[in-house]
Each structure stands twice: as structure tokens, then as C-alpha cells.
Nanobody, 123 residues
Framework: QVQLVESGGGLVQTGGSLRLSCAASGRTFSRYMMGWFRQAPGKEREFVAAISWSGSMTWFADSVKGRFTISRDNAKNMVYLQMNSLKPEDTALYYC????????????????WGQGTQVTVSS
């Protein structure tokens, strides 16, 4: 079993920044790829970013590339999502998740999820 707890969401104006954190416990965290997804009201959950177990490789959705960065601290069992130049279309509930295998892009590749943290970007 693994527990994930996201934090850092909030209300921000267009162009602002937020840093999301995800605290993991209950598993050998450093062995697994981690990802961030988001879901806006009435929309499907979508991939945002992923990071390899070592942190040496990262991947981003085209919609956030160049604005978001993902990082991890395996010693602290933490994953972070730094979000800059935020836009109203970034408004969503953001989730972190543990990838059990398969393509990092698909939610079905992740077997543990946090409860999410809300990000709202005002125009």
C-alpha cells in the first residue's frame, strides 16, 4: 500500500506561479516513476508530467512544456510540480500518482493516486 498527499494548490492570477508537492509513504518510493495528472470539471483526466525513478528523465504534456517543471527528492519521498506562467486553462484538480509500469502518458499505467489539490487560475 502507498499513500500520496498533494499540497500547494490555490488561487492565482494569470501569469502567476505555484509549486505543488506530493508526499509519498508506504513504499520504496525511489524505485518508481511518478507522474502528475489533472482533471478539469467535465473533462477527462489528462497527463501533465512524469519523472523517472532517478529524476534524470522528465516528460511533459505539450500544453505545459516550457512552463512546468517536475522534480523529486527521493531522500524525502517527495515529488514537486513547479508551475509558471499559469493560464486559466490550467485550472483543474491536480493529482500525483505512482507508475507501476507501461506508458507514462496513460492514467491506466498508474496504480496509486493522491486525493488531489485544486489549482484555480483567474483571468
Amino acid at each position: 500500500q502507498v499513500q500520496l498527499v498533494e499540497s500547494g494548490g490555490g488561487l492565482v492570477q494569470t501569469g502567476g506561479s505555484l509549486r505543488l508537492s506530493c508526499a509519498a509513504s508506504g513504499r520504496t518510493f525511489s524505485r518508481y516513476m511518478m507522474g502528475w495528472f489533472r482533471q478539469a470539471p467535465g473533462k477527462e483526466r489528462e497527463f501533465v508530467a512524469a519523472i523517472s525513478w532517478s529524476g534524470s528523465m522528465t516528460w511533459f504534456a505539450d500544453s505545459v512544456k516550457g512552463r512546468f517543471t517536475i522534480s523529486r527528492d527521493n531522500a524525502k519521498n517527495m515529488v514537486y510540480l513547479q508551475m509558471n506562467s499559469l493560464k486559466p486553462e490550467d485550472t483543474a484538480l491536480y493529482y500525483c500518482a505512482v507508475c507501476s509500469g507501461g506508458n507514462y502518458y496513460y492514467a491506466s499505467s498508474y496504480d496509486y493516486w493522491g486525493q488531489g489539490t485544486q489549482v484555480t487560475v483567474s483571468s
